[in-house]
């Protein structure tokens, strides 16, 4: 009896995957790409940081609603990404508008505000490790087809391994993505730093203040923190 053959991958997948070099890395799949290939308007990859949210080190350059997404959840502390890489399991809304409010009471009406429609989010691990999400958004409703699933667990295996090749000890190269010159939150991490010193509180007090002053200004987190970094500080960051 024939063994059984692994699902075909579509013609747009197996390009994308193609895409990589040798050694393979992250940052040489384009994620404007990815997207298209899986039907959605645009993907993001966060890493888990211990006990920390996840960082966003994935994303096509020109990408704004899946930033503004991953920052909302960071800023609010609830949201799909968040929820996959707690708890090691999918997250597939087809439909934000008909989402129960009570799932992600402050980071839903902000998500349905910019736009989105349909989010979908697989957990990066190898069993019990854990290392990141894949979170998909689209602005349109609706589930992913079959094919769409077959592609998105092919591309998830290889944004696993790749993940996996970047833990500390793997090996002694780097990633780009990984750098923290080039992580999307580099400067909100300089600017806690900043704040934790003039406000003398220490680093986890400090982003809470960042996090709670962006959320009830309605200012992005990454404003914010440029603001701090170039000594514009709000009267209420500013030490007494």
């Excluded at 597939?92 to 992600?104: A, I, M, N, S």
Aim: proline letters at 10%; a neutral charge; aromatic letters at 4%.
């Amino acid at each position: 009896m024939p063994a059984p053959r692994d699902p075909p991958t579509s013609p747009l997948m197996t390009a994308l995957l193609g895409t990589l070099g040798s050694p393979p890395g992250l940052g040489l799949l384009p994620a404007d790409r990815c997207a298209q290939a899986l039907g959605l308007t645009c993907v993001t990859i966060s890493a888990r940081a211990g006990a920390h949210a996840p960082e966003l080190i994935w994303h096509a350059p020109g990408d704004r609603l899946g930033t503004v997404l991953e920052d909302l959840q960071y800023t609010l502390g609830e949201g799909p990404t968040l929820d996959c890489v707690r708890h090691g399991q999918a997250v597939t809304e087809p439909d934000l508008e008909r989402t129960p409010g009570t799932r992600w009471p402050v980071f839903l009406p902000e998500a349905l505000h910019t736009g989105a429609r349909a989010v979908f989010a697989f957990p990066l691990s190898i069993g019990a490790v854990q290392l990141g999400a894949f979170t998909g958004y689209r602005t349109r409703a609706g589930p992913l087809t079959l094919q769409q699933h077959l592609d998105t667990r092919r591309f998830t295996d290889t944004a696993t391994f790749l993940l996996l090749a970047l833990l500390p000890g793997a090996d002694g190269r780097r990633d780009p993505t990984t750098d923290l010159a080039t992580l999307h939150r580099a400067e909100v991490h300089q600017a806690t730093g900043m704040l934790a010193v003039r406000l003398r509180l220490p680093l986890n007090q400090a982003l809470l203040v960042l996090r709670s002053h962006a959320y009830m200004t309605g200012r992005p987190i990454l404003d914010l923190a440029r603001d701090i970094i170039d000594h514009r500080n709000p009267p209420d960051l500013t030490p007494t």
